[in-house]
T-cell receptor, first 114, second 115 residues
Framework: GAVVSQHPSWVICKSGTSVKIECRSLDFQATTMFWYRQFPKQSLMLMAT?????????EQGVEKDKFLINHASLTLSTLTVTSAHPEDSSFYIC??????????FGPGTRLLVL | AQTVTQSQPEMSVQEAETVTLSCTYDTSESDYYLFWYKQPPSRQMILVIR??????QNATENRFSVNFQKAAKSFSLKISDSQLGDAAMYFC????????????FGTGTRLKVLA
């Protein structure tokens, strides 16, 4: 299957700072990237759908100003957690997809906000 | 709204035996995809198998097969000859139709494989 990288894999930051997570599809052009959040021992919760060159579509209850998503190219999408607080601590997973393919997942980013 | 339900939080199976994980979903669409994903302790999500709703034939991938019952909106995963490496969380997922497609996940089933 296709390879998707995610960086960083681990980040610890202070409350009030912003954190940027990058998601790259390494060997295919992804028209769509998805961002998920996963709490311990829970399922993946879709946060937003990102299409290249257009604004992200956020799921209900997800703050657009808190979680900024940019999909500038067919191989790169970024998630910026702005003014992070301890409740934003979680495991964030991106995936890259095309309409005819399944989604391919990045390895995830563990965010801890102190 | 589409929903995916996995009613088995945890299952156990003896090594080399067969186990079936259940999944039901709700949708008013006719054209969609269904998936089973595996999440081992590394937390890297891995595709196990996928099924197109328009296909009547059940998908199979080596030791993994599904029982897709479209009318009943049921999509179970059968793992044959279970191996220790099969131990993981298994998530059932529904993909909505184009153009604005997205994935909805079930709550997951933790599979334990007993030696």
């Amino acid at each position: 299957g296709a390879v998707v990288s995610q960086h960083p894999s681990w980040v610890i930051c202070k409350s009030g700072t912003s954190v940027k997570i990058e998601c790259r599809s390494l060997d295919f052009q992804a028209t769509t990237m998805f961002w998920y959040r996963q709490f311990p021992k829970q399922s993946l919760m879709l946060m937003a759908t990102s299409n290249e060159g257009s604004k992200a579509t956020y799921e209900q209850g997800v703050e657009k100003d808190k979680f900024l998503i940019n999909h500038a190219s067919l191989t790169l999408s970024t998630l910026t957690v702005t003014s992070a607080h301890p409740e934003d601590s979680s495991f964030y997973i991106c995936s890259a997809a095309t309409p005819v393919e399944t989604q391919y997942f990045g390895p995830g980013t563990r965010l801890l906000v102190l | 709204a589409q929903t995916v339900t996995q009613s088995q939080p945890e299952m156990s199976v003896q090594e080399a035996e067969t186990v079936t994980l259940s999944c039901t979903y709700d949708t008013s669409e006719s054209d969609y995809y269904l998936f089973w994903y595996k999440q081992p302790p590394s937390r890297q999500m891995i595709l196990v198998i996928r099924q197109e709703a328009y296909k009547q034939q059940n998908a199979t991938e080596n030791r993994f097969s599904v029982n897709f019952q479209k009318a009943a909106k049921s999509f179970s995963l059968k793992i044959s000859d279970s191996q220790l490496g099969d131990a993981a969380m298994y998530f059932c997922a529904y993909r909505s139709p184009l153009p604005a497609y997205k994935y909805i996940f079930g709550t997951g089933t933790r599979l334990k494989v007993l030696a």
